[in-house]
């Protein structure tokens, strides 16, 4: 967010950076025979199983309210212009 970009794409840096995954993947097979499977791709190009992987951390809603807060948007911009 520091460099201007949308909050969106600072969550899926943080996640990506957290969570260490690039691309997910689901196998599914005509019939119906077998549930879907989903994989991702991890730093290293291995594939992992999503069920295998660890999940997004809950956030505290407090530091939701500050990412979205004005205060924060306008306490960066003041920060780069300076």
């Given amino acids: ?33 077998w549930k879907p499977i989903e994989f991702f791709m991890c730093n290293d190009g291995t594939m992992i199983r999503t069920d295998l992987a660890p999940s997004r951390p809950d956030i505290d809603p407090q530091f939701m309210q500050l990412v979205e807060s004005p205060w924060l948007h306008s306490a960066l911009r003041a920060r780069t212009k300076a």
Avoid: H, P, S
């Fill in 1 to 33: 967010m520091r460099e201007g970009k949308l909050q969106a794409a600072a969550v899926e840096a943080a996640d990506f950076a957290a969570l260490g995954y690039r691309e997910r993947v689901t196998i599914a097979w005509k019939g119906d025979v």
